[in-house]
Every structure is written in structure tokens, then in C-alpha cells.
């Protein structure tokens, strides 16, 4: 059970890496935000690849375009946003989405949630809406609605990846497909090409590590843990990358950000925690 905590803090950490890398690669570095895209996906298929390769797995499953898509779709508004959020912000309005777009999938599936599950679910939507709502320290709309529709993408690349076979050769399938997409936008947006070799460096560490071993390190514990458990663990995600945004990108917190979070992931561990209950 100590390795199985240990395994899931890793994938924590990896996870809070994400948006710290792309942070400092993208506002540190002035990398494009295509490129970063193109390299991270290309990285992580890489390792996910070789990781197939490595060992014995299941061989059920080997990806697809429509997931693949979501694939890209959320790591394209990712790094879009992050031209102009905070590491923290991001994280937050991305773990939200995907946590609020999966609980609408279980709803859209014909779940029910109790009185107490609805609560936090409202209590997650004025969270949200404390964030957005206009102020001196609001996010900007444009890049809080790609960090939005990342997570909504990511939630919906998780929901389809429930059944799709091996999980390792499943995402390696998947981020194959997701290259030539992404090498796609790096076309469309070459006149906006920026690339550093401190910010290269960043793009391969998200892609290779925090994306590559961390998902495959993720999917390796999922089936020891309690979905609720699950869930809920992915709540520390934007505290981390608060903290990491804190300590190595010198961001502040403010005060709207703090009332936010409380209420985003508190309502969301709140429906999760009564379902599990339940």
C-alpha cells in the first residue's frame, strides 16, 4: 500500500509538472504555444511507445482518431491558455472542467446524485463563477475558455479511455494519432514559430516525463484505488501547482483565486465523497 501512495504522489507531482513546464516554457522562454504542443505530444509518444514495447501487456487496444482528437484538443487549448494564466489558475480551471464534465457524462448516463452531491456541485459552479467574474485579478476570458475547453476535452478523452483496452498501449496509440494533428497547427501558426533551446527542453521534459511515465505511472495504480478515491486525489493537482508556481515562478496568489479554489474543489470532493458514501 506504500508504493501504491507513493506511485500516486509521483503521478501528482507529474501531473502539477505539466503546467509548470509549459508555464516557464511559453511565459519564461517565449516559446510558441504550437510548438510546445507538437513536441510535447511527439515526446510523449515516444516514451509511451518504447514503454509498449518494454514490457508485456495487454494487447487489447490500440487507440483511435476520435480519441486522439480529445487528445489534442486538450493539450492544444493547454498550452494556448497558458500564454497568458498562471500556473495555479490553469490548473484550477482545468482539473475543475474535467471533474465537472465527467460527473455531466455520469449524469448524461443515467447517474443520479443525492441531495448532498448536488450541493457541492453548486457550490463548484459559484466557485467557477467567482473566478470569472470581472475584477481586477479575473483570469483573461479568451485564455480561461481554451483551459475550459481543455479540461472538458481531457474529461472526455478519460471517459472514453475507461474501456479501451490497455491503458500504456491505449495512450500510445492515441498520442501517435495526435502528432500529425498537432504538426498540423505548427504549420497553420509558422509565422508565430519561437523556439529556444531552454524552452525544447521544457516541451520534452512535459511531454516525456510528465505526460509519458506519469500518465503510464497513473494508470499503473488505477486499478488498486476506489474510483472516489481517484477522483478526489486529482484535487491536489492545482494546489500543487500553486505551490510550484509559488516557489519557481514567483506568481502570487490572490485572494479570488484562493476563494475560488475552495469552492471549485471543495464542491467537486464534496459530490465525490457522498457518492462514495453512497
Known amino acids: 500500500m506504500h508504493a501504491i501512495s507513493a506511485l500516486t504522489a509521483v503521478a501528482m507531482l507529474a501531473f502539477a509538472a505539466n503546467s509548470l513546464l509549459c508555464r516557464i516554457a ?20 515516444l516514451v509511451l511507445w518504447v514503454l509498449t514495447r518494454a514490457r508485456a501487456s495487454n494487447p487489447a487496444g490500440r487507440g483511435s482518431w476520435l480519441s486522439a482528437l480529445a487528445l489534442f ?25 474535467v471533474q465537472v464534465s465527467m460527473i455531466g457524462h455520469g449524469l448524461y448516463r443515467g447517474e443520479r446524485l443525492a441531495a448532498w452531491q448536488w450541493l457541492g456541485v453548486a457550490v463548484a459552479l459559484a466557485g467557477l463563477l467567482v473566478l470569472l467574474l470581472p475584477g481586477l485579478s479575473t ?41 500529425p494533428m498537432a504538426l498540423a497547427l505548427s504549420l497553420w501558426q509558422r509565422d508565430h514559430l519561437a523556439l529556444d533551446m531552454a524552452g525544447i527542453t521544457c516541451a520534452v521534459a512535459s511531454g516525456a516525463l510528465a505526460s509519458g511515465l506519469g500518465y503510464a505511472i497513473w ?10 478515491t481517484a477522483a478526489t486525489v486529482q484535487l491536489s493537482v492545482p494546489l500543487l501547482a500553486a505551490v510550484g508556481g509559488v516557489i519557481v515562478l514567483n506568481e502570487a ?19 465525490l465523497r457522498a457518492g462514495a458514501r453512497s
Open 26 to 45: 511559453l511565459a519564461g522562454h517565449g516559446m510558441d504555444a504550437a510548438s510546445f504542443t507538437s513536441i510535447r505530444l511527439l515526446s510523449g509518444a
Open 253 to 271: 496568489l490572490s485572494a479570488r483565486l484562493a476563494l475560488a479554489a475552495l469552492g471549485i474543489l471543495g464542491g467537486i470532493a464534496l459530490v
Open 219 to 228: 494508470y499503473r495504480v488505477l486499478p488498486a484505488l476506489r474510483a472516489s
Open 73 to 97: 484538443v486538450y493539450a492544444a487549448g493547454f498550452s494556448l491558455a497558458y500564454l497568458e494564466l498562471s500556473a495555479a489558475t490553469g490548473a484550477l480551471l482545468l482539473f475543475g472542467a
Open 139 to 179: 483570469p483573461p476570458l479568451a485564455a480561461a475558455v481554451w483551459m475550459l475547453g481543455a479540461g472538458v476535452a481531457w474529461g472526455a478523452y478519460s471517459v472514453r479511455g475507461k474501456t479501451a483496452g490497455d491503458p500504456t498501449r491505449v495512450s500510445a496509440g492515441n498520442f501517435v494519432r495526435a502528432v
